[in-house]
């Protein structure tokens, strides 16, 4: 019943969506990195408000606005030459106890040609931990790093072609 009545208003819910295939680009000091884009997965995207009650009032405090960080994780293959990414990282890393660099992400699903469907933004996210497989010559395994962000703010967009007809 309800599939009809949603052809019937012209709602078009189009095909499910993957989520191997995304993209991640990500921009340090008003400077986007459109090489390192292609990570094994991301963990950590979620939103969250604080619902309370002053009264007969409702109060609304947004993703953000408490100030609470959450963890947004990236992992990828670890690549035998120099990557942008790496580079900016290895330059914190040398200050890593005194100086953080902030960086703003739009983590976005696409479609074959790479177009965006759903993407959420990250901003003012910091770099907190760096990490890289255990060595271990009885394994025959892709080594991986994985990296740790502390961000406030993630906002959702549905993309417009994901949207159309």
Known sequence: MLPNLMKF???DNGYPLVRYRFLVDITAGGVPNLVDQE???VKGLSMKRTIGREGRFS??????????LRTLTLTRAVYGGMSV???QQMAEG??????????DMCISVVD????PLLVWGVRNAYLSSWAWDDLDAGENKVL???????????????CSNYWKP
């Open 85 to 87: 990414l790496t580079e």
């Open 94 to 103: 040398l200050k890593w106890n005194t100086k953080m660099l902030r960086y």
């Open 144 to 158: 991986t790093e994985t990296m740790e962000w502390q961000y406030s703010n993630l906002q959702f967009t549905p």
């Open 9 to 11: 208003l012209g709602v």
């Open 39 to 41: 990570f094994q997965s």
């Open 112 to 115: 074959p040609d790479n177009s």
């Open 59 to 68: 109060t609304l405090m947004g993703d953000g606005d408490s100030g609470d």
